[in-house]
């Protein structure tokens, strides 16, 4: 069967219908939420999505609730046709695009709240970032009603929040990440990638470069959350085409600092400006 395009919740009730989605004896979904601009890592989670599921369905919003004012909102890159060939070829099902009017009504009030989770680290450098993400993370659960939804580790922070909500608000949904796809020299994928200049694009292989330092240093099982830091942010600092907002060493699961006694899984978490472009990264390491 050919991939269905929805462009608003009629059209996406029918592609249910038509992949018999649901319903006693009725195949399973599974949503990957994007904003188009697809590369490779969007890709991946198309292909771990169709490993959970009978039939997959991809997402294709720009939402202008997670972008704060003097973001990117106007310039994010918008490739729809491109990103279509990419979800037809990966095996998806059906490609969700909603216009903003379709998704938001004129006088919407009530939104999804990320707490105090949503306001530390890229929280803190994003007011109301993670408040716009889980508000259309949510719609677009209530509208595509997917059994599992798959989302990147390379949004760790975002990862994590969408494990909280659903937790907090019992979604009858189970949540999926995905291992980070990078380049062969490390830089992980983003679609903000484009925007960077050759010279860009060298500076920003310091944010990888730092965090498997980190990382490299946290494998001998002797280095403190503060050796770390230091190792991953002195890389870093070597490199002044890279203008750093956050360095953080965090519990996977609240994104708090943590210190010197802790032990088991951390994420190194980075944020840093390049040229005019904002990038993030991370890896989770192993302490004590
Ligand atoms: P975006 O379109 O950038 O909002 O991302 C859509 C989904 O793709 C999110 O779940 C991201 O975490 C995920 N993603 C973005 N970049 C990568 C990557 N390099 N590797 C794996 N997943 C990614």
Redo the contacts with the bound molecule.
Sequence with gaps: MDMIVANDRAELAGARQALGVGGAGGGTLAL???????????R??IRLAGEHADHVAVSVFVNPLQFGPGEDYARYPRTFEADLEVCAAEGAGVVFAPSAEEMYLPDRQVSVSAGKMGTVAEGAFRPGHFDGMLTVVLKLFNLVRPDAA??????AQ??ALIRRMAADLNLPISIVG?????EADGL?????NRYLSPEDRTAALALSRALFAGAELAETGRSTPGEIRRAARAVLDAEPGADVDYLILADPATFAEVGDDHGGEAVLAVAARVGTTRLIDNVVLTLG
């Design positions: 990957v939420p994007t904003m188009g601009a697809l590369h490779e890592g969007h991946s989670l798959v989302f990147g580790r390379k949004d975002q990862l995905a291992p980070t796809v990078r992980a994928l983003s679609s903000r």
